[in-house]
């Protein structure tokens, strides 16, 4: 049983799910999900026993990007791996639909004891991918 108060999932309504499963089907498979579903105006991955995400272009949802600065979810951060593995990440977004944010404080746009990569996608929602690091390690 997982525990109490641990994401159980996320749904993300997205305009065009060929673009969405584009995008984060590349970053949701690097990070170790796979596509467990799929249907008319939706997928959902899996990862494990951390819960799913679910992608969906269903006709309930107002078109329109999606705005990390107004009212409503900012970001999402997943652990990464490594340092190593998070700079792979980001240099290898851009092929696939992501671009990278806060370029001139990377990898520390966080702080000098946070370790991550800032992505943003073509429909406006950010990523955060979170390396594991030690703070010995750090700058």
Same mark, same amino acid.
């Given at each position: 049983?997982?525990?109490?108060?641990?994401?159980?999932?996320?749904?993300?309504?997205?305009?065009?799910?060929?673009?969405?499963?584009?995008?984060?089907?590349?970053?949701?498979?690097?990070?170790?999900?796979?596509? %467990?579903?799929?249907?008319?105006?939706?997928?959902?991955? %899996?990862?494990?026993?951390?819960?799913?995400?679910?992608?969906?272009?269903?006709?309930?949802?107002?078109?329109?990007?999606?705005?990390?600065?107004?009212?409503?979810?900012?970001?999402?951060?997943?652990?990464?791996?490594?340092?190593?593995?998070?700079?792979?990440?980001?240099?290898?977004?851009?092929?696939?639909?992501?671009?990278?944010?806060?370029?001139?404080?990377?990898?520390?746009?966080?702080?000098?004891?946070?370790?991550?990569?800032?992505?943003?996608?073509?429909?406006?929602?950010?990523?955060?991918?979170?390396?594991?690091?030690?703070?010995?390690?750090?700058?």
């Amino acid at each position: 049983m997982a525990e109490k108060g641990a994401l159980h999932h996320l749904e993300l309504w997205v305009d065009d799910l060929d673009v969405a499963e584009a995008e984060w089907g590349w970053l949701l498979g690097q990070l170790g999900y796979e596509c %467990t579903d799929r249907w008319r105006h939706g997928q959902s991955w %899996t990862h494990g026993s951390a819960g799913y995400v679910v992608l969906e272009a269903g006709p309930d949802r107002k078109p329109g990007r999606h705005d990390r600065l107004r009212a409503g979810m900012n970001h999402v951060a997943f652990r990464a791996g490594s340092r190593a593995d998070v700079e792979r990440l980001a240099s290898e977004a851009p092929s696939h639909g992501w671009r990278l944010l806060f370029a001139d404080r990377h990898p520390f746009a966080g702080g000098p004891w946070h370790c991550a990569a800032f992505l943003e996608n073509s429909e406006g929602f950010e990523v955060e991918l979170v390396a594991e690091v030690r703070p010995d390690s750090a700058p």
